[in-house]
């Protein structure tokens, strides 16, 4: 019993906890059974049977038709069901459920019942909600409007009254409001100092929470005082490791259950940081624009910016005046421009925009014609860069002028192919006179990062690295001479602090004395150089083998540290061997086919395994990776090899440990199985086969547990398999029943564990079987023994509590009362004769006699009443309490009942009385109650009878386990069993419930 009870207390508890209970429905009788859980969930009487019909009428109408659907397929596939669906509760509350139910059959395959759970998860719903709402908002609005959303929103879905967003102005280390909310209403967005506020806490140490009393922490902050905030929350918003914004909620009250709405706050964190970064990118194209317009305002430049994502071009006023339109005239639009460029000139115009867009091109500049509005063809020079893109480096914005060049056409003719190419080479191209530059190229300045003007106000040493100085000094003077100087290498300063590496062509003019210098960038190269130099400085002093072997001839011609330490061997010594000296298993042509594949171009590498001979003498097992590649022109192997001797040796000794659990698997005396997540068995063991009496394990592969478990068995195993399932548990043991092959029933002790993933996924149960028939039999044989004393015990006792009672009543129950008949008529005689303090002494001893009588006649009553064999139970337990009302009237006893006239067996029927009896004498003896409630009730062919007080209670689970049950509840406990009855103790720290069930 006690397990039983734990059990059930543990089923309780978790139906509580998960919120979800068991229903079954009748196929047959179409009625459905619910527990005591789902009875709160529907919010109904815990009397109500409802049909299949009722049941439907409490889906949502919406929701009808799909629930009605999922439960018909598994009603006609004979499978499991899943279904979510909202409901209306007996009170009309709306509520959303999640349902798993799973048909059981008869032994015709007939679907008889559906069991199943049933889950609220109305709170899961509401959180769903609050996340579609603020998702919507994230993805549906943008700029200022987002930011009024955001916030109305926050103080809405986590109820707080204050929200806003804020940027993060460093200079002056404040906050300025992009949207502010109180209670849902916008507010004007102000600009705040961050010294000490909470704020300047989120700002050097990220997200911080204030639960409450916030103001104590932060005194000298008015915005804390002035608005009575009792509890904060900030959060930092960051633009590529860099604070960008922050996020504050605040309360005038302390924070409650905020982790539960930490998936909202998440799902708007990178959406703010980039509509923060969109802001400040805005500015910063504003005010690129604004310095840009005013530079060209009142020039012939024209000014022209092309959004890539929607292909629109914006043209402004001078460059719909270049070619004689008014800017209402043109279109908005790159189709404009290409309408209007020259034809021969489109391809290639179209050509160089592409090249720049795509990287392959690392300026835009050219000159291109394109038609005026009277007819004209006019020389553009057109220029221009990207200004903004996407965090992949995919461009937004492309932005550049056009300048009418017509005027400059005497100058362009008279121009030397020299100027030509000083203005559009690709190289750094410069005029020094001195140590200053008078004269440099567009690409200098790309170069670099300065501005030409940067360049040429400073001596042109300034921005040469210190250790290169002295050799730019002696290639200066070697120039001065008039001795050329190429291929000089130099490393010069950009703008950012970082430094490019230049390699210069230059000569000098001994007319004029000016120096003409052309550089390269030749910084990748360099480092890529330095990359490959580490990578082989790596490989080299790798601990991996490394070998470089001749193709034709099969000698070693290199081998790296790691190599050379494993095998013993120094290069000089490798060399005068071939890579077939070394491999004492592989013959020439052995190995002559294993490299055909790379020879013949087949393959691009192999891999295979050999053993390898070291200089002393031993052999290793390695992993050999091979490639053909050339070592300036000679074809050479390079081998990556990799001592596998250790995981040779782990998988032999793990191919032993392997074939050790599979002997001690097939010779266990206890039944292992594996099943999958479905609970369908993978694998068993001879003796799982053996206890189920099946001929071998491919018989109940793929078989359900439920397939051979006994229905109400596996009804009490499911909640378990479904609480690991959700992850609550991993481990379980319980005592149930299999059906074998040949229909024999056989009781078993299961043990239950899961195997699960990494990421806490199911994989298969591991169950471990016993069977215990054999105890469960002699139990059960021991139970009916004891039963059967308990019985005659019993008889003995009525039959003695009878013979008390007769005893009682025909013996000292009439003395008593022909002693109370003299003393009342002697009360009549002697009332005037005694004095008043003699008769109040009298009185006081007819008193006793009378109250002696009265008990004589109860005790004689309760100890066999007459009434139970005459009338039945509900008269007898109706005169036990009207006894015990005469008796004290300080507690109040109230018995409801519909079971009439209705009489059960005798020995039944004397069984519930004197449980009822014992029951209503404990608490009018020990529990102090003042109110004790007694019901009798009949209901689809079962008797449920509760008896419950309001007194001082106890935990009968700790009476027991200390052992400090009483007799009576012993004796309780068995006259209920006795009578194949059910008996649940119910205590709380006030009252007992006891209720007793008996199938009628």
Wanted: aromatic share 10%.
């Amino acid at each position: 019993m006690k397990n039983i009870d734990n059990y059930s207390d543990l089923l309780l508890k978790s139906h509580e906890l998960t919120k979800s209970g068991i229903w079954v429905w009748d196929v047959i009788t179409n009625k459905i059974t619910w527990d005591n859980m789902l009875h709160s969930i529907f919010e109904s009487p815990k009397n109500y049977t409802p049909n299949f019909e009722e049941y439907i009428s409490t889906i949502n109408e919406k929701d009808r038709e799909g629930a009605l659907k999922s439960i018909q397929e598994a009603l006609s596939n004979k499978t499991t069901f899943t279904n979510q669906y909202s409901i209306y509760t007996f009170k009309n509350q709306l509520k959303h459920i999640q349902t798993f139910g799973n048909v059981q059959l008869n032994n015709k395959g007939e679907v008889v019942k559906m069991m199943g759970v049933c889950m609220d998860i109305t709170s899961h719903k509401s959180q769903e909600i609050e996340l579609k709402t603020i998702t919507n908002i994230i993805s549906t609005v943008g700029g200022q409007e987002y930011f009024d959303k955001v916030t109305q929103e926050l103080t809405k879905l986590l109820a707080v009254k204050y929200a806003l967003v804020g940027e993060y102005n460093e200079e002056n280390h404040s906050i300025t409001t992009l949207g502010y909310a109180i209670e849902g209403k916008l507010q004007n967005n102000f600009e705040y100092q961050l010294t000490y506020t909470p704020c300047d806490v989120v700002v050097n140490k990220g997200m911080s929470i204030y639960h409450q009393d916030i103001k104590h922490h932060f005194p000298k902050d008015e915005f804390l005082k002035t608005h009575h905030i009792e509890s904060y929350i900030g959060i930092p918003l960051y633009l590529k490791g860099e604070l960008a914004g922050i996020v504050v909620l605040m309360d005038d009250k302390p924070l409650k259950k905020i982790n539960e709405k930490e998936t909202i706050l998440k799902a708007i964190i990178d959406r703010t940081q980039t509509e923060i970064e969109r802001i400040i990118s805005d500015r910063r194209i504003k005010e690129v624009n604004n310095k840009f317009e005013t530079v060209i305002k009142g020039t012939s430049t024209g000014l022209w910016e092309w959004n890539l994502i929607t292909n629109e071009v914006k043209f402004n006023e001078e460059w719909a005046a270049l070619l004689g339109y008014e800017l209402d005239e043109i279109k908005q639009d790159f189709s404009f421009w290409e309408e209007n460029v020259h034809p021969e000139d489109l391809k290639d115009a179209v050509k160089r925009v592409s090249a720049y867009l795509q990287g392959e091109s690392e300026t835009y500049s050219f000159i291109h014609r394109m038609k005026h509005k009277n007819g004209e063809w006019l020389h553009i020079l057109t220029q221009g860069s990207i200004v903004q893109r996407q965090q992949d480096g995919t461009p937004i914005l492309f932005m550049g002028t056009h300048t009418n060049v017509n005027k400059q056409e005497q100058y362009l003719q008279t121009i030397t192919e020299y100027e030509k190419y000083f203005s559009v080479s690709m190289d750094v191209m410069s005029v020094a006179n001195g140590e200053y530059y008078i004269k440099i190229n567009s690409k200098f300045t790309e170069v670099l990062g300065y501005t030409q003007e940067d360049l040429a106000s400073q001596p042109f040493t300034n921005l040469i690295h210190p250790d290169d100085l002295d050799k730019t000094y002696s290639e200066i003077k070697k120039i001065t001479s008039g001795e050329p100087t190429t291929q000089f290498i130099n490393r010069y300063r950009c703008k950012d602090g970082n430094y490019k590496h230049l390699m210069w062509t230059a000569k000098s003019d001994p007319k004029t004395g000016l120096r003409y210098g052309a550089a390269r960038d030749i910084t990748e190269l360099v480092e890529a150089k330095e990359r490959s130099q580490q990578y082989l400085d790596i490989l080299y002093s790798s601990l991996n083998e490394m070998y470089i072997i001749d193709a034709e001839t099969l000698h070693f011609i290199d081998a790296n540290i790691g190599a050379q330490n494993n095998i013993g061997f120094t290069v000089e010594e490798l060399k005068r061997y071939t890579s077939v000296d070394l491999k004492p298993d592989i013959e020439l042509e052995d190995l002559q086919r294993i490299v055909e594949p790379l020879i013949s171009g087949e393959k691009k590498h192999i891999t295979f395994e050999t053993r390898h001979l070291r200089k002393d003498g031993s052999t290793y097992m390695a992993f050999v990776n091979l490639q053909l590649t050339k070592l300036g022109t000679k074809d050479v192997f390079v081998a990556l090899a990799l001592d596998i001797t250790n995981r040779i040796n782990q998988e032999k000794e793990l191919k032993e440990t392997k074939q050790n659990l599979e002997n001690i698997v097939d010779y266990a005396n206890v039944g292992i199985a594996y099943a999958s997540g479905n609970a369908q068995l993978i694998s068993v063991n001879p003796k799982f086969v053996e206890i189920l009496e099946y001929e071998d394990s491919t018989e109940l592969i793929g078989k359900p547990i439920a397939e051979f478990t006994i229905t109400e068995d596996f009804e009490k195993e499911l909640i378990l398999l479904n609480e690991i399932v959700e992850g609550k548990r991993d481990t379980y043991q319980i005592e149930k029943r299999y059906v074998t092959k040949n229909k024999n029933i056989k009781w078993v002790d299961l043990h239950v564990s899961v195997i699960r993933a990494e990421n806490g996924k199911l994989i298969n149960f591991v169950s471990l079987v016993a069977d215990i028939t054999e105890r469960k039999e002699n139990q059960e044989k021991l139970a009916r023994i004891e039963n059967e004393r308990f019985l005659v015990a019993i008889q003995t006792e009525e039959n003695e509590r009878k013979r008390i009672s007769q005893d009682l009543h025909d013996g000292l129950g009439q003395t008593i009362a022909a002693a109370s008949l003299y003393i009342n008529t002697l009360d009549d005689l002697v009332k005037n004769q005694l004095d008043e303090e003699t008769y109040a002494i009298f009185k006081t001893g007819k008193d006793l006699v009378n109250k002696s009588a009265k008990e004589t006649r109860m005790v004689s009553h309760n100890i066999m009443p007459p009434s139970l064999n005459q009338f039945g139970l509900n008269e007898s337990i109706n005169e036990l309490i009207s006894n015990y009302q005469k008796i004290n009237e300080n507690i109040n006893i109230t018995y409801s009942s519909n079971i009439n006239n209705y009489r059960f067996k005798q020995e039944i029927e004397l069984s519930l009385y004197r449980v009822v009896q014992e029951l209503i004498n404990n608490a009018y003896k020990h529990s102090k109650a003042q109110n004790i409630y007694v019901s009798a009730l009949i209901n689809n062919k079962i008797c449920e009878i509760m008896v419950k007080d309001d007194g001082v209670g106890f935990n009968y689970d700790e009476i027991k386990l200390e052992k400090k049950s009483g007799i009576g509840l012993r004796n309780i406990e068995q006259r209920i069993y006795a009578i194949n009855g059910k008996l649940e103790i119910n205590y709380k720290s006030k009252g007992v419930e006891f209720l007793i069930t008996k199938e009628l």
